[in-house]
């Protein structure tokens, strides 16, 4: 057997309420899966909830706060697949990063993360969301580049401890998720820039961010690894 099926299994896809995390949870309905989304906001993960076609269970969760997670744990029973795709950056400077915007970001990333497999304890695999500007810094992005790269060395070192149980990172790059919204226009010459510097010649789409991790969560081989997905960007 080269894959494991999703179909009857658990998937709870954390912080679910963004475009790749909406798009992962209608793919796992259609392959069969009970999936779980949840979100800060009971109205924001409600609505993500009504725009999926299929049955999916809807839970409030602030990574910040252990009693929500331990609460997640009580709503969820079993869990055969954690996946989590929370982000609170904490850009700029450091001379301007103020220490609680940096807090909230190892919380989203990395503590978040550690705590949802403390109380979650996921059966078969748990995808974690890390991302390229680890292995590509700018300046203002130290924070940023910091807690992803502190994702790629977690899912290592959690694959170890929590085997047989898989744990692997997921790198995206430029991806048309809906964050890159608010930037306007400018969102069109970021993603006509990325798309002409990288050796895939594209920016990525939420479809293939959400192939490639439930690729990943039914690969019973792969643990321990970070998937770029960011077209080659990190390459040039
Ligand atoms: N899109 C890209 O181009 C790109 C590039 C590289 C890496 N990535 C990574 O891919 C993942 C998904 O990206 P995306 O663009 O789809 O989403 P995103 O816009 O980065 O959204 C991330 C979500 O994290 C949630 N969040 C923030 N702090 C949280 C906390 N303390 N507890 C629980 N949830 C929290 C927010 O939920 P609320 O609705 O509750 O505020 C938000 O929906 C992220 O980890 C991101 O860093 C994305």
Redo the contacts with the bound molecule.
Sequence with gaps: MTTTELKGRHVVI??G?????RKLAQDAVDQGAEVTIT???AD?VQAVADSIEGSVQTAV????NEESIAELARQCGVVDHLIS?????AKGPVESLEREAVT?AF???VI?PLLLVKHLRPTASVTL?????AWRPRPGMAVTATT?GAVAFLAEALAVELAPVRVNAV?????D????DGLGVAKDKLFADAAAKNPARRI?TTDDISAAVLSAITNPFLTGTVLHLDGGARLV
């Design positions: 954390v912080a309420t963004s475009g790749i995390g979100g800060r906001r924001a969760v602030d990574l910040g795709l929370a982000n609170a950056p909230c919380d989203a990333k978040g969301f890390s991302g390229i500007v992803n790198s995206p790059g430029i991806v998720s809906g964050a890159w990525g």
